[in-house]
Every structure is written in structure tokens, then in C-alpha cells.
């Protein structure tokens, strides 16, 4: 098999927010397999399990991207690593986030000091901090290599500045992750045409339930409202941008019993009338032309 014909999407968690609730789904973080590259996109908790689960390697870990600081798509990211340097990673591994991510990291490491000075000592391991290259980047083009490039657009997500949409592309195939952001028109211009475009979304029925349930709701609805959008503006961006299939990650909410894809669906049809891919835990999209 060619590394072009494995080139695949692999959701490892669908919710948005970090709570984790009994039966629920966790955050949402994503493998992206691209031209031979094994590339995670967010490192919300549960992403090391959700690699093991898609069948990676932890020693295979290569780019790892994070869209923003927001703990449900970086809290796991030091651990993820960690537990692939326990693993026999021996191999650099490079880390593209917005600004503060290197100072997460080397807090990270110092966090963990004890282990991981006494690991290369007593196991004789390579250095971690010497593996892990730490590239924080702003907007515009933030990788050429091997015919992979990554291109960022900042987008709007409230009080949080440093948050960016990515673009990646590699063989003619274009995946874009929209990141954490309200209705953004500029996000359209920038998926133009890809393959897949995965979209934040809410609901807005399965919010003003949220709301209601929450004892500071008006101040919630605020929040939400003002940093996210909802299914429907998700399927006006891919609309306008021509995109090939749409996935809808980060759903809020995600553990309201009461709703189910049908609604997600519905919601988007409003505005979206072609390929569709609601998230779920360990769902795989090929890039493939046999499968949209
Ligand atoms: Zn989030
Ligand atoms: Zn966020």
C-alpha cells in the first residue's frame, strides 16, 4: 500500500470542553495521516490512548500541532510524549503551537524531572529534552517539508487570541481543522476546495438545555455564543468553501442524552448538502478518491 493510500483522518475524542462526564465522549483530538507523516493535531486528555487505539506506534510519533492553549486540546500533550519517550522513542518529534507552548513545555519537564532524570540513568535513555524541538508559530505559512505544507489562519475565539485554524496539504490533498472559533467567514476562503474541512459545532437546542442545567447560564450562554459556532454555521463555511466532506468535532454538547446524531444532522443540512461525518470516538475519514 502507498502512503498516499493510507492517507486517512482519525478522530480520538469528539466533544468540546474538558470536563469528562460517566459514558461520555472525551475531547476532541485528531491523527492525520498525509503523505507517509503521522501528524496530531491537538492534545486534549485521552489522546495517547486514542493513538494507541488507532493502531500508532507511540515511538512513530513525528509533528504534533496544537491550535490553542485551551487545556481540552493541550493538557495531554507533555504526557503524550512522555509516554512515548517510556515507549523507546529515540527520534526527534517536533511540536508546532501558538506562543506559550514552549513555556508549557519546559515546565512540563520540569514537573516531571524526577522521572526523567532518573530514566536516562538508570535506563539509559536518550534525553527528552533534547527530542523534542518546540516551533511556536503565528499566522501564515508555518511548514514546507517534503511536500508537506501547514499554513495557519488566526481565528475567533474569544478572550483567546492565539488560536489558529490549520491547513494541511501534501499530494494534491487538503485536509483544515477550524480550531475553536465563532462563525468566521474568513475560514471558507481558507478551506477552499479541501478534501475535509473538520468544523467546531454546537447545537443550539442542546444548548439552552445545557444553560438551563448550569448555575451561572446566562454567563455560559455569553461565552459560548461569542467563541463558537453552531452546526449550521459550520455548514455555511464548508458551503462557501467547496469543501469535499465536512466533520463536525467538538460538539457541545456532547453528553445531552437527549440528542443524538439525527439532530447534529439535521441541524447542518440547513446549510450543508454534501458529505457529512459526525465525530465520534476512533471514526475514520480516508482521504482516498474511492471514498469521498
Ligand atoms: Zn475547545
Ligand atoms: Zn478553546
Same mark, same amino acid.
Given at each position: 500500500?502507498?502512503?498516499?493510500?493510507?492517507?486517512?483522518?482519525?478522530?480520538?475524542?469528539?466533544?468540546?470542553?474538558?470536563?469528562?462526564?460517566?459514558?461520555?465522549?472525551?475531547?476532541?483530538? @485528531?491523527?492525520? &495521516?498525509? !503523505?507517509?507523516?503521522? =501528524?496530531?493535531?491537538?492534545? *486534549? +486528555?485521552? #489522546? /495517547?490512548?486514542?493513538?494507541? $487505539?488507532?493502531?500508532?506506534?507511540?515511538?512513530?510519533?513525528?509533528?504534533?500541532?496544537?491550535?490553542?492553549?485551551?487545556?481540552?486540546?493541550?493538557?495531554?500533550?507533555?504526557?503524550?510524549?512522555?509516554?512515548?519517550?517510556?515507549?523507546?522513542?529515540?527520534?526527534?518529534?517536533?511540536?508546532?503551537?501558538?506562543?506559550?507552548?514552549?513555556?508549557?513545555?519546559?515546565?512540563?519537564?520540569?514537573?516531571?524531572?524526577?522521572?526523567?532524570?532518573?530514566?536516562?540513568?538508570?535506563?539509559?535513555?536518550?534525553?527528552?529534552?533534547?527530542?523534542? @524541538?518546540?516551533? &511556536?508559530? !503565528?499566522?501564515?505559512? =508555518?511548514?514546507?517539508?517534503? *511536500? +508537506?505544507? #501547514? /499554513?495557519?489562519?488566526?481565528? $475567533?475565539?474569544?478572550?483567546?487570541?492565539?488560536?489558529?485554524?490549520?491547513?494541511?496539504?501534501?499530494?494534491?490533498?487538503?485536509?483544515?481543522?477550524?480550531?475553536?472559533?465563532?462563525?468566521?467567514?474568513?475560514?471558507?476562503?481558507?478551506?477552499?476546495?479541501?478534501?475535509?474541512?473538520?468544523?467546531?459545532?454546537?447545537?443550539?437546542?442542546?444548548?439552552?438545555?445545557?444553560?438551563?442545567?448550569?448555575?451561572?447560564?446566562?454567563?455560559?450562554?455569553?461565552?459560548?455564543?461569542?467563541?463558537?459556532?453552531?452546526?449550521?454555521?459550520?455548514?455555511?463555511?464548508?458551503?462557501?468553501?467547496?469543501?469535499?466532506?465536512?466533520?463536525?468535532?467538538? +460538539?457541545?454538547?456532547?453528553?445531552?442524552?437527549?440528542?443524538?446524531?439525527?439532530?447534529?444532522?439535521?441541524?447542518?443540512?440547513?446549510?450543508?448538502?454534501?458529505?457529512?461525518?459526525?465525530?465520534?470516538?476512533?471514526?475514520?475519514?480516508?482521504?482516498?478518491?474511492?471514498?469521498?
Amino acid at each position: 500500500m502507498s502512503a498516499e493510500a493510507a492517507d486517512r483522518l482519525v478522530l480520538l475524542g469528539s466533544k468540546g470542553g474538558p470536563a469528562l462526564r460517566p459514558g461520555g465522549p472525551w475531547p476532541s483530538s @485528531s491523527l492525520l &495521516e498525509l !503523505g507517509g507523516r503521522n =501528524i496530531v493535531v491537538d492534545c *486534549g +486528555l485521552g #489522546v /495517547t490512548r486514542g493513538l494507541a $487505539d488507532a493502531g500508532i506506534s507511540l515511538k512513530a510519533l513525528d509533528l504534533i500541532f496544537i491550535t490553542h492553549l485551551h487545556s481540552d486540546h493541550v493538557l495531554e500533550l507533555g504526557p503524550l510524549i512522555h509516554t512515548a519517550w517510556t515507549a523507546g522513542l529515540a527520534t526527534p518529534v517536533t511540536v508546532f503551537g501558538p506562543p506559550g507552548t514552549g513555556r508549557y513545555w519546559q515546565r512540563f519537564c520540569q514537573a516531571m524531572e524526577f522521572d526523567i532524570e532518573i530514566r536516562i540513568v538508570d535506563e539509559g535513555r536518550p534525553d527528552i529534552r533534547e527530542l523534542v @524541538s518546540i516551533k &511556536e508559530f !503565528g499566522e501564515g505559512a =508555518i511548514l514546507e517539508e517534503e *511536500g +508537506l505544507t #501547514v /499554513t495557519a489562519l488566526r481565528v $475567533d475565539h474569544p478572550p483567546v487570541t492565539e488560536c489558529f485554524a490549520l491547513r494541511f496539504e501534501h499530494g494534491g490533498r487538503s485536509v483544515v481543522f477550524s480550531a475553536d472559533t465563532a462563525f468566521f467567514p474568513p475560514l471558507a476562503g481558507f478551506a477552499n476546495e479541501a478534501d475535509i474541512l473538520v468544523h467546531e459545532a454546537m447545537l443550539e437546542q442542546g444548548l439552552e438545555r445545557l444553560v438551563a442545567r448550569t448555575g451561572n447560564g446566562a454567563r455560559l450562554r455569553e461565552h459560548l455564543f461569542a467563541s463558537h459556532s453552531l452546526a449550521e454555521d459550520a455548514g455555511r463555511i464548508a458551503s462557501d468553501a467547496g469543501v469535499r466532506r465536512l466533520v463536525l468535532n467538538h +460538539l457541545i454538547p456532547a453528553d445531552d442524552p437527549a440528542i443524538g446524531e439525527a439532530d447534529w444532522v439535521t441541524a447542518v443540512r440547513k446549510s450543508w448538502a454534501g458529505d457529512l461525518t459526525i465525530a465520534r470516538y476512533g471514526l475514520v475519514v480516508g482521504l482516498g478518491s474511492d471514498n469521498g
